[in-house]
């Protein structure tokens, strides 16, 4: 199920396919493995940046990924440090 976010006045277009959940996940992922090892969290996060300037995208749903990744990386961090 794909729910379209858009945010026109920051011009961000948030989870428009199903890679989005991919990156809330890898997010969150980052977030929650950084309390064991932040080289892990390290590597996860240059993952995902080269991954976003891999991607052919618009800018409006590049800030979403990066956004959506946000999102699950707060949520991990809250976990693991909770």
């Known amino acids: 199920m794909i729910c ?4 026109s006045e920051l011009d961000v277009v948030m989870y428009d396919d199903y890679y989005s ?3 809330t996940g890898l997010g ?3 977030g929650f493995v950084s309390k064991r090892n932040i080289y892990e969290s390290i590597a996860i996060n240059t993952i995902f940046l ?6 052919f995208e ?3 749903a590049k800030r979403g990924d ?3 990744f946000l ?3 707060i949520i991990g961090f ?3 440090y909770a």
């Open 78 to 80: 809250i976990i693991a």
């Open 50 to 55: 080269v991954y976003e300037l891999w991607e």
């Open 4 to 7: 379209l976010i858009t945010i």
């Open 66 to 68: 990066f956004i959506e």
């Open 71 to 73: 999102i699950g990386f």
């Open 21 to 23: 959940y991919f990156h």
């Open 58 to 60: 618009n800018i409006p």
């Open 28 to 30: 969150f992922i980052s």
